[in-house]
Nanobody, 124 residues
Framework: QVQLLESGGGLVQAGESLRLSCAAS????????MGWFRQAPGKDREFVMS????????YYARSVKGRFSISRDNAKNTVYLQMNGLKPEDTAVYSC?????????????????WGQGTQVTVSS
């Protein structure tokens, strides 16, 4: 059974940083592209960033360019989302996803498996 468990969310002030983690189990982790998505209240879920199985290729949404970064540790079956320069508009539930498709495609098709999400709230 595949499980994705996010952690690291919280309440921060604008300009501060957070690092989210997503621990995966039940899958051959390095065979999967991993991605982060977010959903704000009343809005559709949106793609944030993705990374391929080796960690060499990453993709991002324009809204987070230069502020967020994604990385993975295949020895720990964990993917990270480093968020710097947080803005109130970054407030959302952040979920990680795993996909057997390529990382670039995740921005369009999403994931095969999803975590429950972690809340990130940025106050102004």
């Amino acid at each position: 059974q595949v499980q994705l468990l996010e952690s690291g969310g919280g309440l921060v002030q604008a300009g501060e940083s957070l690092r989210l983690s997503c621990a995966a189990s039940g899958l051959a982790f390095s065979d999967y592209a991993m991605g982060w998505f977010r959903q704000a209240p009343g809005k559709d879920r949106e793609f944030v960033m993705s990374i391929d199985g080796s960690g060499a290729g990453t993709y991002y949404a324009r809204s987070v360019k230069g502020r967020f970064s994604i990385s993975r540790d295949n020895a720990k079956n964990t993917v990270y989302l480093q968020m710097n320069g947080l803005k109130p508009e970054d407030t959302a539930v952040y979920s990680c996803a795993a996909s057997q498709a390529d990382a670039q495609a995740m921005g369009v098709i999403g994931g095969d498996y999803w975590g429950q999400g972690t809340q990130v709230t940025v106050s102004s």
